[in-house]
Nanobody
């Protein structure tokens, strides 16, 4: 059974940092791009960041560019999201996802993803 499990969420003050992790099991994701999405209360789920299978290409939404960094460790079947300079607007449930059907700009499209984690909650508040 294919499974993605996120961890690392929690409560952090504005300006603080968190590192999210996503561990995959059930298949090897080393040949597939992996991404992070988030869903804030009362809003639709939105694309945050993606990384190519090799890690050589990364993509970010403008809202997090320069503050968040996506990375991966194919040996561990894992993807990470380092989040710095967090703002209250970053409060959301964060999901990792992977797909075998898209690359590049299409990675911003939620419907191309076949596998999703259950999410980890991030709350940015003083």
């Amino acid at each position: 059974q294919v499974k993605l499990v996120e961890s690392g969420g929690g409560l952090v003050q504005p300006g603080g940092s968190l590192r999210l992790s996503c561990a995959g099991s059930g298949r090897t994701f080393g040949n597939d791009p992996m991404s992070w999405f988030r869903q804030a209360p009362g809003k639709e789920r939105e694309f945050i960041a993606a990384i190519s299978w090799s890690g050589s290409n990364t993509y970010y939404d403008n809202s997090v560019n320069g503050r968040f960094t996506i990375s991966r460790d194919n040996a561990r079947n894992a993807v990470y999201l380092q989040m710095n300079s967090l703002k209250p607007d970053d409060t959301a449930v964060y999901y990792c996802a992977t797909t075998t059907r898209a690359q590049g700009a299409r990675l911003r499209i939620e419907s191309v993803y076949a596998y999703w984690g259950q999410g980890t909650k991030v709350t940015v508040s003083s």
